[in-house]
Each structure stands twice: as C-alpha cells, then as structure tokens.
T-cell receptor, first 114, second 109 residues
C-alpha cells in the first residue's frame, strides 16, 4: 500500500441497511478524517481522529460513527442508511506534528442510498 | 460563523493567466490551503500560506492577506490539464480545515 486507500470504490445500498466504509493509511499519520462531498457544497467534516484511540465529531456527524483502534485504520459506519447520505465520501490523513496540516486524501467512495 | 467564499466557475484560455479569489471567516486562523481536484478524483495539495504575501511554486502562486481575510491562487501559462476544481480551505483554531465549495476552472483552447 502506498498512501491512503478506501473500500469499496462505489456502493448502492438500500435504505435502512448498515454499511461500513473502510479507510487505511500507511504513512503513520496521527490524524485521520472523514468528509462527504456533495455537488455545490464544500467538503464537510463528518468525524475525525487526532490520534489512535480518540475520535471527535465534525460538522455533520449525525447518522455516522467511527472508531480508531490503531494508527492505520479509520472505518466509517452508517448504522441505518438514509437517502440523504448519498454522497462521495473521502477519507484523509495528516501529520499534526508537521510544519502544517497538509491532508492527504484517499480516492473516495461513491455511495448511493435508495 | 465560519465561511469560505469563492467563485463557482471561471473560464480562461490556454496559455493565459487566471486568478481565483477566496475570502474566509473562521474562528481563529492557522493558515490557508489550496487544493486541486480533477473530476471524479480526490483533492490534491497545491499550496499553503500562513504569512502575508505571495508564495510561488512553478506556474502556481498563492497570496494571503490575513488582515483582509483574503487569498488568491494565480495560475500562469494555463494548460488544458489545469481544467479542474480549485478548493480553498482555511484552518481554524482547532486545526480543522473549513472548505469552500470550490471553483470549477474551464480552460478553452
């Protein structure tokens, strides 16, 4: 692995189903983030983690949960998907000890909830 | 509240120069980022400014005025591959990035 990966690439999901989006980085970054990107809107932060074992809520956390059991992995779970969660989801990571908070992005997961 | 404003779309000609403006309002300020995002792809880092002034990096330059809450990205010698969305993001006092909606840049031959 080089950088940050996400799975699946895309998914169509029935409303009410549970879904976990996976994110893995191999850069040993301490911070990780989940964003959603919708047409006409900026990237909106869902949840973040500044270090393994800790998580925090972003701008739009409702309906989503995360965990950070180790440095590399940061899965995002939709407990009961709804159509308004149709979006492109990006995972990102950064080194908070670096000169500045440059965030590196995964390729994204395109999720459609019907 | 926190807000980032940038134009929705701009059009420019191959070989020309274009300036994309961004104004920001955040709770505290730790720096201003510009990212490039091609359609269907992830954002990639272009530049970071924390002090007032111009930072030049090849064909791309970025400017910051902290007192005015203003930044711009200057792209010179435009190439067709520069057709993309350009995202402005300000880092607030909690080290979170607040993102603009992006400026879609269309390059015409």
């Amino acid at each position: 692995i080089a950088g940050i990966t996400q799975a699946p690439t895309s998914q169509i999901l029935a409303a009410g189903r549970r879904m976990t989006l996976r994110c893995t980085q191999d850069m040993r970054h301490n911070a990780m983030y989940w964003y959603r990107q919708d047409l006409g809107l900026g990237l909106r932060l869902i949840h973040y983690s500044n270090t393994a074992g800790t998580t925090g809520k972003g701008e739009v956390p409702d309906g989503y949960s995360v965990s950070r059991a180790n440095t590399d992995d940061f899965p995002l779970t939709l407990a009961s998907a709804v159509p308004s969660q149709t979006s492109v989801y990006f995972c990102a990571s950064s080194d908070l000890a670096g000169d500045y908070n440059e965030q590196f992005f995964g390729p994204g997961t395109r999720l459609t909830v019907l | 509240g926190q807000n980032i404003d940038q134009p929705t779309e701009m059009t420019a000609t191959e070989g020309a120069i274009v300036q994309i403006n961004c104004t920001y309002q955040t709770s505290g300020f730790n720096g201003l980022f510009w990212y490039q995002q091609h359609a269907g792809e992830a954002p990639t880092f272009l530049s970071y400014n924390v002090l007032d002034g111009l930072e030049e990096k090849g064909r791309f330059s970025s400017f910051l005025s902290r007192s005015k809450g203003y930044s711009y990205l200057l792209l010179k010698e435009l190439q067709m591959k520069d057709s993309a969305s350009y995202l402005c993001a300000a880092e607030d006092s909690n080290y979170q990035l607040i993102w603009g909606a992006g400026t879609k840049l269309i390059i015409k031959p």
